[in-house]
């Protein structure tokens, strides 16, 4: 539904039709800024995370992560695959609200076949591709804990270098007359999408499909020149190709099917206060939320969205956007509704727009990092 013709990703795509997609979504420029902000409904500078290696991609104990809310609820609480917040307790995932864990803590794992991986703190030789194997114990997870309501968090490490992946998803891209990067990438996606599928049918074959909510997103844009829907820029970009992401979310009988938003701005922050307003949890007690809920557009009326400014951040470069525009700290601006692939910059022509937006990056950018960066 993206747009490219080269990869087939059927299990998101019966994901997009059964619930509503969200055409402006967005996440930070890289993986760990992106699964704290996922996790806790706040800006990641001010869990303490900024950065993906040496310690920046860990996220303070304090903060309050989606399984730690749930975990009060009385709920279940697991999670398959690539944390990227914190390897040591109290910042694994054991200390932030998870019972169950089995994957890997660090950004970058260099083998993806019969992988050293971690089940709560004791390492696990497994078997077989690591994609594959996560998903095992998601099931797993799923099927032990049926019979109560669940939270199970399933982050994936694929795409993602190293390049591995098995030879028939392989061979059939390179069929495609694609280059070994892309075709390998377009191969894991499928793979992915194969995982994503296992997972509905096994909510299918238990009879939990109409009352469990499902999303699925992207932790950030492509990691290498491909495909990109014409927008600026990829991973590790402040612009539109390096945070905009697909974001899917069912729940049948609520969310009504094939619903596409697309008349505000959504991200990453807004997924906690959304899960709890939809699960119908008692207030939890939180950190202050930068993220709103967005549960009234997903299952009542499109509604009014009032309007926000969405900050992003990475290595010195900053952008904020307003619905409308787009502004850059390096002094770019660009109207999104009507150039969405940014290609005409308006700074110069729309001053007092740039200046405005300028100074509340700069109010953010010091009230996120007022803590600092200590490791």
Known sequence: GHGNKQIDTPAMARLAAEGA???????????APTRASLLTGRYHGRCGVHGVTRGRETMRAEEVTLAEVFRQAGYA????????????YPFHPRGQGFDEFF?????????????????????????????????????AYIRGHRGQPFFCYVPYNTPHSPWQVADRYFDKYKARGLD??????????????????????????????????????????????????????????????????????????????????????????DLLPTLVE????????????????????????????????LFTTWRGRGAVRDGQYVSTHEGQLYNLLTD?????????????????????????????SRRGFDP
């Open 103 to 139: 994957g890997f803590c660090a950004g970058h794992w260099n083998n993806y076949f019969d992988a050293d991986l971690e089940h709560n703190g004791r390492p696990v030789q497994s078997k077989g591709y690591i994609t594959d194997v996560i998903t095992d114990r998601a099931i």
């Open 340 to 368: 969405p692939n940014q290609k005409q910059n308006l700074a110069t022509r729309l001053p007092r727009v740039q200046a405005k937006l300028q100074v509340a990056y700069g109010r953010w950018q010091q009230e996120v």
């Open 21 to 31: 997609h969200f055409e402006k979504f967005y996440v930070s420029p890289v993986c």
């Open 77 to 88: 609480t697991g999670c398959f695959g690539k944390w990227h917040n914190g390897a040591n």
């Open 180 to 269: 070994d990067k892309t075709a390998c990438a377009y191969a894991m996606c499928e793979n992915l999408d194969e995982n994503l599928g296992r997972l509905l049918t096994t909510l299918d074959d238990l009879d939990l499909a109409r009352n469990t909510i499902v999303i699925f997103l992207s932790d950030n844009g492509p990691n290498s020149n491909r495909y990109n829907g014409g927008m600026k820029g990829r991973k590790g970009s402040v612009h539109q190709g390096g945070i905009r992401v697909p974001c899917f979310i069912r729940f049948p009988g609520l969310i009504p099917a094939g619903r596409k938003i697309d008349h505000f701005e959504a991200a990453h922050i």
């Open 278 to 309: 939809l699960t119908g949890i008692e207030e939890p007690r939180t950190l202050p939320l930068d993220g709103r809920s967005l549960a009234p557009a997903l299952v009542g009326d499109r509604g009014v969205w009032p309007d926000r400014l």
